[in-house]
């Protein structure tokens, strides 16, 4: 589970959705306290809020106060080596980002 540093209604968790005997990893998050829950991708391998402690969310600009960031599979590949950091702002509902890293990669 990922809590948010600023927001104690806002938390993060990573689940399954099954189908029969086959299973996707997930993740979900909550906004409201739980009053309700969303599934925010599939084929994730973890998510957490960027402004993950108080401190670290202490004059943040407003653009990153939602900023999620995520671990996805590769797109060609199976393999923990190959994948991939993903960054959204909006849950992953229109926009995300997958920022340079390694020697180029993404």
């Known amino acids: 589970m990922s809590f948010h540093g600023r927001d104690p209604s806002k938390v993060i968790w990573n689940g399954e959705i099954c189908q ?8 979900y998050y909550t906004d409201d306290d739980f009053r309700t829950v969303n599934t925010m991708g599939r084929g994730t391998r973890g998510c957490q809020w960027a ?28 393999w923990t080596k190959d994948q991939r950091l993903i960054v959204s702002d909006d849950y992953f509902d229109a926009q995300q980002i997958e920022p340079e890293l390694d020697d180029g990669r993404t």
Do not use: H, M, N
Not at 58 to 66: M, R, T
């Open 20 to 27: 029969g005997l086959s299973c996707d990893q997930a993740a």
């Open 51 to 78: 402004v993950g402690t108080p401190q670290f969310g202490e004059e943040i600009a407003a653009e990153i106060k939602d900023r999620i960031f995520c671990v996805v599979a590769g797109l060609y590949s199976p």
